[in-house]
């Protein structure tokens, strides 16, 4: 494929709010495959709240160049912990430790972070987050999985965290049509349940006694 119609994919992409050194060169590996349609997973966060982007690619051949189809959006609740001395652990000033490290680079093993990672913060991090369970620490098991679901890339959560997923995690689907597509912050206020919200204060205020005026118009 072609430099210049992998760099207006990416153009198009920023655009919809869709951008970042880490998306681009996940894209970039995936055109380079040749494959028909691929995917790739993007986080974007917004304060306390995270949004999680499955985009969907598929190559157009007669254009000859990939197309986004269209993205699952979930957007994720904050995360908020009852922190604690677990163990001798201070959770409070754990959490400020993992907030502090790319987990994403650690998890791919990145150039940042090497195979073997040598840096004795992340190691110490890590053998915190693992005492809080030890003898079986009920509170301790609950506030490790909090952390680990809060931090870790999303990809990497364990399935002991599924059933979190389910208290904090709603998606849905944005499909691209001949009207366009819904950009990323669009679907994160969509999802988030912002956008019923702001119908719903409009609606208060009985704008639609006003000629033109629907508040519902889409």
């Known amino acids: 494929m072609e430099e210049r119609k ?13 951008k970042g050194e880490r998306l681009e060169a996940e894209i970039r590996k ?12 993007h986080q974007m966060d917004y304060g ?8 969907r690619f598929r190559k157009d051949h007669q254009f000859g160049a990939y197309r986004l189809e269209g993205y699952k959006a979930t ?64 509170e301790g098991i609950k506030i490790q999985e909090l952390l680990q679901f809060k931090y870790f890339p999303e990809q990497y959560d364990d399935e002991r965290l599924k059933e979190l997923q389910s208290q904090y ?25 912002r956008l019923d919200n702001l119908y719903e204060m409009l609606q208060s205020l009985e704008l639609d006694q006003y000629p033109g005026m629907d508040v519902y118009a889409k």
């Open 75 to 138: 957007h994720r609740k904050p995360v908020k912990i009852e922190h604690q001395i677990i163990n001798g652990i201070d959770t409070r000033e754990l959490e400020a430790r993992m907030k502090e490290i790319d987990w994403y680079a650690y998890f791919t093993q990145s150039e940042k972070y090497p195979e073997n990672p040598k840096d004795e913060g992340i190691a110490k991090t890590i053998s915190d987050l693992l005492e809080l369970d030890a003898n079986q620490n009920q």
């Open 169 to 193: 995690d709603l998606s849905s689907e944005f499909i691209a049509t001949e009207g366009g597509l819904c950009n990323a912050n669009l679907a994160y206020h969509s999802v988030s349940g």
């Open 30 to 41: 995936h055109i380079s495959q040749g494959l028909p349609y691929f995917s790739v997973r």
């Open 6 to 18: 992998i760099e207006e994919l990416i153009a198009y992409l920023t655009g919809m709010e869709f």
């Open 48 to 55: 306390n709240e995270k949004m999680f982007y499955d985009l």
